[in-house]
């Protein structure tokens, strides 16, 4: 029988994330990413076979809305999240070469690749086929690459490349919650058929509701399809991105705000998209606010929910929680 992901109009919703954080030999204060012009950043992008749709900014941090997810740029940190076919990994060499030769930022001093497992990895690039692939690529450019599966290497999991150093040392945190088997009608919501405007489809939805006050950039894909940036002072972002298919559904929510606890905003991001299956995973560094929230995590349950798996890792500078949860069909 045809299982859900052979289906022809088949979109891989799964994003490949990298984050990378630069700094520079040379004690000049101008270093700044956000100093690239567009058209490299367009270029740059070509090479992922994405491209810029939209962009907002505050005085912390540039975000961009793209065809395949979102870009986000402060002064010595780069992130970039794309779905689909796209070949993210191919944008590394020439990313660490606009950093160097346009912003004397020429070092990196940490960096974090990750991705859920794909649903239909024949599809990818070659780059991106196999994780193995991605790391033989990555290993290239890092000496001291680390790379790592959490997860159900059989079933659904996730995979790290992160670099085998202190790292950032600066408060830093990361919640993602990738999430699939969604619910129709929420995601019925983010089809042209059902809201008119973006911006409906944020309220709508209860998106709007998740991180109070946050400055929104969103978009409405024809026929289905959404993505937004979100953006709070102090280079704090969220960013969301909707897949509504019913043979494909996929959502993930990504935010840096920090917080002692991630329970809350959780359960609200849950409540927004009803999947049926998730898994979530929190960085925190020692300086970070949420250091402590991988014990809350170990305790806590997440109504309507099972956990299949939890791990918990640490790394020098950083702690990640990984867990893997279901609801169970009554
Ligand atoms: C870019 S969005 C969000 C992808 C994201 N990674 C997610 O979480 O699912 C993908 C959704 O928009 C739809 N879409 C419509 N036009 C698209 C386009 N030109 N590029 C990418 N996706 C498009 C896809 O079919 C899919 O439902």
Not at 83 to 94: D, N, Y
Not at 107 to 122: L, M, N, Q, T
Not at 130 to 151: I, M, P, R, W
Not at 261 to 273: E, R
Request: aromatic share 12%; glycine share 4%; charged share 25%.
């Amino acid at each position: 029988m045809a299982g859900a992901s052979d289906h022809e109009d088949f979109f891989e919703g799964t994003e490949k994330l990298l984050e990378v954080w630069f700094s520079s030999s040379s004690d000049n204060e101008q270093h700044d990413l956000r100093n690239i012009d567009r058209k490299d950043w367009e270029d740059l992008l070509h090479i992922v076979r994405c491209e810029i749709l939209s962009k907002m900014s505050n005085p912390d941090m540039d975000a961009y809305v793209l065809s395949e997810s979102s870009m986000f740029v402060t002064k010595e940190r780069f992130i970039l999240k794309t779905c689909g076919k796209t070949t993210l990994l191919l944008a590394i060499e020439p990313l660490l070469r606009l950093a160097k030769n346009k912003c004397g930022l020429d070092i990196v001093f940490d960096i974090f690749y990750s991705r859920k497992k794909f649903a239909r990895p024949e599809q990818q690039h070659i780059i991106h086929r196999t994780f193995e692939d991605e790391v033989s690529h990555l290993d290239k450019v890092f000496k001291n690459g680390a790379a790592y599966t959490l997860g159900r290497i059989n079933r659904d999991c996730w995979h790290l490349y992160t670099l085998d150093e202190e790292g950032v040392t600066l408060p830093d945190q990361t919640v993602e919650l990738l999430m699939w088997d969604m619910c129709r009608e929420k995601m019925a919501i983010f089809t042209q058929d059902v809201s008119k405007t973006a911006a409906q489809a944020t309220k709508e939805s209860g998106i709007s509701d998740i991180v109070p006050g946050v400055q929104i950039d969103d978009f409405l894909f024809e026929p289905c399809g959404y993505s937004m940036n979100g953006l709070l002072p102090g280079g704090y972002y969220i960013t969301i991105h909707v897949t509504p298919e019913p043979h494909c559904s996929y959502v993930s929510f990504e935010t840096n705000v920090p917080q002692e606890s991630y329970h809350t905003l959780i359960n609200k991001v849950l409540a927004t998209f009803r999947p049926g299956k998730f898994l979530m995973t929190v960085f925190a560094n020692k300086a970070s606010l949420a250091k402590d929230n991988h014990k809350e995590m170990a305790k806590k349950d997440v109504k309507g929910y099972v956990r299949n798996d939890h791990q918990l890792c640490f790394f020098k500078n950083y702690n990640l929680t990984y867990s893997f949860f279901t609801r169970p069909v009554i």
